[in-house]
């Protein structure tokens, strides 16, 4: 098949926190900013929600959005979030061309305060090897690297 864009890079399921949880501090630490909450607390949450996530899998999506023919390779886990990921990806018009192995990757993205800190999880993002690369099927007039 043939791509205006090929992506290649990171695929993961992002959950999105947004809380204004007076129980969250901001302390200056070694000259930065740390985020403090209390040890086994439980920080209430306003809202969430659940994205595609990625640099591959992200650029993947604009590019789509922007009408281009947008294919990514990427590994991706063969569990349900992955399932979900690649349904999610499909209905944006995007084909997927690499592996399915292992867990999909994660990311829990805390947001609502001065700024947004990200807990990640690279799962089947970190064990992609060349070998896996479909090689024969990468066909595109530009390709764009992530991570």
């Known amino acids: 098949m043939s791509f205006d864009v090929l992506t290649i890079g990171s695929a993961s399921t992002d959950i999105f926190m947004v809380t204004h949880s007076k129980k969250i501090e901001l302390l200056r630490v070694h000259g930065h900013e740390d985020l403090a909450v209390p040890v086994g607390g439980k920080i209430l949450v306003d809202e969430t929600y659940t994205r595609v996530g990625g640099g591959g899998a992200n650029t993947a999506v604009s590019f789509a959005r922007l009408g281009f023919r947008t294919g990514y390779l990427g590994k991706v886990g063969a569990d349900e979030r992955g399932t979900q990921l690649l349904k999610e990806l499909k209905q944006e018009k995007i084909t997927f061309i690499g592996p399915r192995a ?23 993002n970190n064990s992609f090897l060349p070998r896996e690369v479909p090689w024969k099927k990468i066909n595109a007039q530009w390709i764009y690297l992530g991570s």
Do not use: D, P, Q, V
């Open 102 to 124: 292992g867990e999909t990757g994660l990311s829990c993205i805390l947001s609502g305060i001065k700024n947004r800190t990200i807990f990640s999880y690279r799962g089947a």
